[in-house]
């Protein structure tokens, strides 16, 4: 149970890791998916398996999504192992109004956990103080075997899984469970779906010429705006703005919180080859043009572009953002690139790889992994 939870929910980075070993790149092609035999050389587990409430397969899948919400929470009280004197923890400056955040041991034994339900009104459901007084319990039970344990508190945000398919159905799903949390049926088949726009507050889906929203923590359709200009993709969400790229090398910007904010478009050099991406800790979009230029737009205050670069190759794939306002991709004449969105676009460095790349790159713990037509 103390196995973090990362490590089982980072599900693109199954295919990075087994490149990395040296799986067979054709075998993974063939199947698309992991098998067992790569599974367990990687140490993983399956963790659920359901069907998705799609009408044809995964043919019929349009767009799909793993969120982190960080204003979504499961509280825990869990039973753990107990420490033996505490070790000095290196102080941490902590801003002014803010509550300094407890150190969670991950490698520490946990022996039970109780979940806090929000909803007190489900059957079965229990507070915070019940969840401690069970957790109490079993402590006295543990130490009469000899078990030494004690009590702690732990908030996981929570983690959903959103699945748009061609006739209109979104489903949300409790990632780490597979657990149903709604379902919708949207706007028209006959009008085609663009993709999925996903915040704290929204889910989003073009449909044709019409935006609709609905509410992410239970489903509820608030409406449709009309587009102001033919899109060309999906959506993304970023500081109350869905931003669809449209026809006319236009990124569209309407308001999400506020409806009542006129839309706005930005006229860039070529059209958007691949929905933008929202910087990791910033309000702040890159995307790549066909033009050979990526943008990056400031969504703080009154939306603008925040600078242009001219890239060597055509970037054809989303690019992958990281935490202090960095960007990370590859263009088709072999180039990979890292930059940062400060005001003049900071290049941090430029690599060759003498071969093409298409896809979107990944990053994780520091590390940029780009997949080439032989090799990652």
Excluded at 44 to 53: A, D, M, T
Excluded at 194 to 199: A, E, F, M, P, Q
Excluded at 217 to 238: D, I, M, R, W
């Amino acid at each position: 149970m103390h196995r973090s939870f990362h490590s089982r929910l980072i599900l693109s980075l199954t295919l990075v890791a087994a490149y990395a070993i040296g799986l067979s790149a054709s075998a993974l092609a063939d199947h698309e998916l992991l098998g067992p035999n790569e599974t367990r050389q990687l140490g993983l587990e399956e963790v659920w398996r359901r069907n998705l409430s799609v009408p044809a397969g995964r043919q019929s899948i349009v767009d799909q999504k793993m969120i982190v919400h960080q204003t979504q929470s499961h509280v825990f009280v869990e039973i753990v192992e107990k420490s033996g004197e505490p070790k000095p923890a290196e102080s941490k400056p902590v801003a002014e109004g803010e509550n300094a955040a407890p150190e969670i041991d991950e490698e520490v034994v946990v022996y039970a956990r109780f979940q806090v339900d929000s909803d007190l009104s489900r059957r079965g459901a229990i507070d915070q103080k019940e969840a401690e007084r069970l957790a109490n319990n079993e402590i006295r039970r543990m130490k009469r075997r000899g078990i030494d344990a004690e009590l702690r508190n732990r908030t996981i945000p929570t983690i959903r899984f959103y699945t748009l398919s061609d006739d209109g159905t979104v489903e949300c799903r409790d990632a780490e469970s597979g657990d149903l949390i709604w379902l919708q049926r949207v706007g028209s088949n006959m009008r085609g779906y663009g993709g999925l726009g996903v915040d704290e507050e929204f889910v989003s889906v073009v449909n044709g010429g019409e935006l609709i929203k609905l509410d992410v923590k239970n489903g509820q359709v608030f409406g449709a705006t009309s587009l102001e200009y033919v899109p060309l993709q999906g959506v993304v969400h970023c500081n109350g703005f869905a931003l669809v790229p449209s026809i006319g090398d236009r990124i569209a910007g309407y308001g999400l919180v506020d409806p009542t904010i006129d839309p706005f478009a930005e006229i860039v050099a070529g059209s958007a080859l691949a929905m933008p991406t929202h910087a990791a800790d910033s309000n702040k979009v890159g995307w790549g043009t066909s033009q050979g230029f990526v943008y990056v737009m400031e969504m703080e205050g009154e939306p603008n572009v925040q600078f242009r670069l001219n890239t060597d190759g055509i970037v054809s794939g989303a690019l992958a953002a990281a935490p202090g306002e960095r960007f990370f991709f590859g263009s088709e004449s072999g180039q990979i690139y890292g930059i940062k969105a400060t005001r003049e676009g900071e290049v941090l460095w430029s690599r060759p790889t003498g071969e093409p790349i298409y896809e979107s790159p990944i990053f994780f713990n520091e590390k940029v992994f780009i997949r080439r037509p032989t090799a990652i």
